[in-house]
């Protein structure tokens, strides 16, 4: 069994921008912990922004905002 991510999703979700909001504009790594949190506890939206929303919370529970950071750097948005 296979449980590696897909690196393309990956990409995607490390160059994803908020699309509404306070922090419209801003990257979902750049989105603060709590403003993810209240998502949680109120409902994130439906589709694939409140799955990204929902990954990028657990990625930064988990303190792995470098390795989003690590990608942004070494895939460029321009090279996709």
């Known amino acids: 069994m296979d449980i590696s991510p897909d690196k393309r999703k990956l990409v995607e979700l490390a160059h994803y921008k908020m699309p509404f909001g306070k922090f419209k504009g801003r990257y979902l790594v750049d989105l603060p912990e709590p403003y993810l949190v209240w ?3 109120n409902g994130f939206p439906e589709g694939k922004l409140g799955f990204l929303l ?3 919370l657990e990625i930064k529970i988990n303190g792995l905002e470098p390795l989003v950071r690590r990608i942004q750097k070494d895939f460029p948005r321009h090279k996709l």
Do not use: E, G, P, Y
């Open 39 to 41: 998502f949680k506890q």
């Open 54 to 56: 929902q990954s990028m």
